[in-house]
Structure formats: structure tokens, C-alpha cells
């Protein structure tokens, strides 16, 4: 005599899991699918960082636009909505500033010329391993600055102009570039602090040069400076601090999962302060963070290093011959760096035999 199916029960014991007999059980597909979205893990054969979790936990988000206010997504779609929203446009925005305000100062000013011209004798500045240093420095920057920005913009700007296939190409291509010559920009920051950490100590000089313009906004005016002026200290601790910044976010992104978590120790730290940010970030959520940190401190160094470039060529006569050949024309340095020509002509004098 055939069973009727509705009157088949699962043993009293069962609690939970799959029923033999092809019936429901105790958990059902919707079950299932709200534990998934609300970033529950399970389990899976497959290996990788985080393969257990198919979707991350979901946030209430106030959107980038009116059509996502009050909306709630995974924190994974908020993280890519930052990144292709505000990210993307702001840093345009200072890219943009930042090129229009060298082009508008270049037309007024025009190229700082050395005002008495060139004195045909020459005074060592840097020396052989102070510039390898600065090159391998900036070398890697400008690398994984190109290749960095080629990341972040190219599916946006690009793909529509040069197609899937060639952008994919080209990304594969620099995607090892950033990683490799990311240890090498390491290795500059290293050497450039040893060798000038000691010349780029704030001082009251610094103060003078930067209430006169730096010598460099009205001609005729050229306030004092020591080896390094006031600006170039400034880019030399915004190199130092966002380079290491930089480099601790980019470890944590070449290899996830592996080092200490960041954010949540750091936003521990702030909340100290009577902030209220999150503490329990999952390992994806501290990936996507140190993607943004990543992102928005390069384009404000790329931003910084673009007016560096600019002083250091055509903005200022002489000025690339300290880091070419390392010998700079007298006058230029009188005029620029007039503290540190009578510190080395003081030393040069102390070495010169007594008559």
C-alpha cells in the first residue's frame, strides 16, 4: 500500500540538515540565501583568502546619488561605489587643479631664471649615492604612479577609446610593474631617509622662506635656506610619511589575510577620541579599506610630486642639474640655498692647509 508523501516525518531527534527521502527538512533555500547575504560562511572545498563567504555582510549606505539613499547592499558594492564615485571624481578634480595651476603660474611667473646669471663655476650638491637614491625613488614612483592610475581609471575612461582586450593587456602588464617596482620604491624611501632625515628638520628658517614666498613668487627675492628649503622639506616628509603609508597598504593588498589587521586597530585608536567607527571589520572589508587609503594617498603624492617635477625642470633654471649631474652653478646656489653655500665653503676653508 503506497504511503501518502505528507505523512512522512523526519525522526523527532532530527534538528536540522538535509533529510534522506528527497523532502524539505527542518531548512529551507530561503534559509539559506538569507544567511548568505547577511555574509555568513560555509563551507567549501575551494582554497583562497575569505572562499568560504559568497557574499560580505550588507550595509545601510546613504549612496552616491538620490537613487541609493537608504538602500542596503554588501559592503563589497558600498567599497566599489566609493571607489567609482567619489574616488575617482575628486581625484580627477586635483589632477586637474594641480596641472591648470603650474600652467596658469608658469604663464605669470614664468621660469625662475638665476638672477645674475650663470657663474660658469660649479659647487658639488649631491653626491653620487644621494642621487641613485633620489632616482630609484622617483623612478618607481612615476611607474606606479602610471600604472596606478591606469588601474583606477582605465575600465572607467579607457575601455570605450582602446576595447576589453587591450586594456586587460595592458593592466596584466602593469599590475606586475606596481608590484615589483613597489619594493623598489621601498628601497628609496629607506635610503633618501638615512641620508636626509638630518637636513630636513623644521626650523625657524623654514618659517622666514615660506612668509617671502620661497624666493620663488616675486623675482629678486631670495630668502635664505639651508641644503633644503622649506618646500623641499615639506615634499620630503609628505615623500617619507605617504610612502610608507603607501607601502604598509600596498603589503596588506599583495598579500591579504597575511599581515596584522590595520583599520579596526586604527579606528580603535580614533574612537578614543569620541568617534564611533567599526571595530569588527571581516578580512575583505580591512582589503577594500586599504584599497581606498591606498588610493587616495597616491593621488595626493601624485599631486604633490607633479609640482616637484615642475619646480625641479622648467620651472626653475639650474635646479635639474643637482639631481643630473650633481653640480649646480654658484650663483644658482647663492641664490636658492645661500645657508648651505657659506656651511660648505666654511668646511672647504677648515680643510685648506695654513700658509
Not at 583606477?152 to 582586450?165: A, D
Not at 567599526?278 to 580591512?286: D, N
Not at 650633481?326 to 657659506?342: C, P, Y
Request: aromatic content about 10%.
Amino acid at each position: 500500500m503506497a504511503q501518502n508523501s505528507s505523512s512522512v516525518r523526519p525522526p523527532e531527534s532530527a534538528v536540522g540538515g538535509a533529510v534522506p527521502g528527497n523532502t524539505l527538512g527542518t531548512e529551507s533555500d530561503a534559509d539559506q540565501w538569507r544567511a548568505i547575504e547577511s555574509g555568513a560562511a560555509g563551507t567549501t572545498s575551494a582554497g583562497g583568502f575569505n572562499a568560504n563567504v559568497l557574499i560580505q555582510n550588507p550595509v545601510l549606505t546613504a549612496g552616491a546619488n538620490a537613487g541609493t539613499i537608504g538602500r542596503t547592499v554588501s559592503s563589497g558594492m558600498r567599497w566599489l561605489e566609493v571607489r567609482n564615485g567619489p574616488l575617482q571624481k575628486y581625484g580627477s578634480y586635483g589632477l586637474g587643479a594641480i596641472i591648470v595651476v603650474l600652467v596658469l603660474f608658469f604663464a605669470i611667473r614664468g621660469r625662475v631664471r638665476i638672477e645674475h646669471g650663470a657663474a660658469g663655476r660649479t659647487i658639488e650638491r649631491f653626491k653620487l649615492i644621494e642621487r641613485i637614491g633620489h632616482w630609484l625613488t622617483a623612478v618607481s614612483f612615476v611607474l606606479l604612479g602610471l600604472t596606478g592610475l591606469w588601474l583606477l581609471y582605465g575600465k572607467t575612461i579607457l575601455i570605450p577609446y582602446i576595447g576589453h582586450e587591450a586594456y586587460a593587456s595592458i593592466a596584466y602588464v602593469g599590475k606586475h610593474i606596481h608590484h615589483y617596482f613597489g619594493f623598489a620604491f621601498m628601497v628609496g624611501l629607506v635610503l633618501i631617509f638615512v641620508m636626509w632625515v638630518r637636513h630636513n628638520i623644521p626650523n625657524m628658517i623654514d618659517v622666514k622662506w615660506a612668509a617671502k614666498g620661497g624666493g620663488v613668487l616675486v623675482k629678486g627675492v631670495h630668502p635664505p635656506a639651508e641644503k633644503f628649503n622649506g618646500g623641499q622639506k615639506v615634499i620630503f616628509w609628505a615623500t617619507i610619511l605617504g610612502g610608507v603609508s603607501l607601502s604598509l597598504s600596498g603589503l596588506a593588498l599583495m598579500f591579504p589575510g597575511e599581515l596584522p589587521a590595520m583599520f579596526a586597530k586604527t579606528f580603535a585608536l580614533i574612537n578614543m577620541l569620541g568617534f564611533s567607527l567599526p571595530t569588527e571589520l571581516s578580512p575583505v572589508q580591512e582589503l577594500q579599506l586599504s584599497q581606498l587609503w591606498h588610493s587616495i594617498v597616491a593621488l595626493i603624492m601624485i599631486v604633490i610630486i607633479i609640482a616637484h617635477i615642475y619646480i625641479g625642470t622648467i620651472g626653475m633654471e639650474g635646479a635639474f642639474d643637482a639631481m643630473g649631474t650633481g653640480d649646480v652653478d654658484v650663483n644658482w646656489a647663492k641664490e636658492h640655498h645661500s645657508l648651505w653655500v657659506e656651511e660648505v665653503e666654511r668646511k672647504q676653508a677648515r680643510k685648506m692647509p695654513a700658509e
